[in-house]
């Protein structure tokens, strides 16, 4: 079955296409706790193009092999992070726990340089199913920089 729609929060400028081994499982874990939606599948292809409300987008592809640039060894994404901004962290972190995924790092709460102020949010870092790591985030504000002499 192929569902074809464009995505509701328009096209991303870049989006990452990342390869799974069990694709099923890897739709479940993303468009259950993660709380993305599917904007356009090819299901008998194993390829999922997924978006959040907020405009997160991600394609998800099962490994056929003809992408692979080397060898692809478990946890995948070795030297990559994902940043997904959500609206609502502790939702999402309550989707997680309920599922019984755990948190790679946090909840934590960091403030930083954005050149003429600080920019604040709080951060979950997970892996997904095949061990690509996600810091999933909420902005929580701005603030000035002030000048310590």
Not at 23 to 37: E, I, Q
Request: hydrophobic share 40%.
């Amino acid at each position: 079955m192929t569902t074809y729609q464009p995505p509701k929060t328009g096209w991303a400028k870049m989006v990452p296409e990342i390869l799974v081994n069990d694709f099923d499982k890897s739709l479940a874990f993303w468009t259950g706790p993660l709380g993305f939606n599917i904007a356009y599948a090819r299901i008998e292809e194993r390829f999922a193009y997924l978006e959040r409300p907020e405009g997160a987008q991600v394609m998800l592809s099962y490994r056929h092999g003809g992408w692979e640039t080397g060898n692809l060894e478990q946890p995948f994404g070795r030297g990559v992070m994902f940043q997904i901004y959500v609206s609502d962290l502790d939702k999402i972190q309550s989707a997680l726990e309920l599922a019984e995924i755990k948190l790679h790092t946090g909840p934590r709460e960091v403030w930083r340089n954005w050149g003429d102020r600080e920019g604040g949010a709080k951060e979950i870092f997970i892996q997904d199913p095949d061990g690509y790591l996600l810091m999933i985030a909420q902005n929580i504000g701005e603030r000035p920089l002030f000048d310590v002499d």
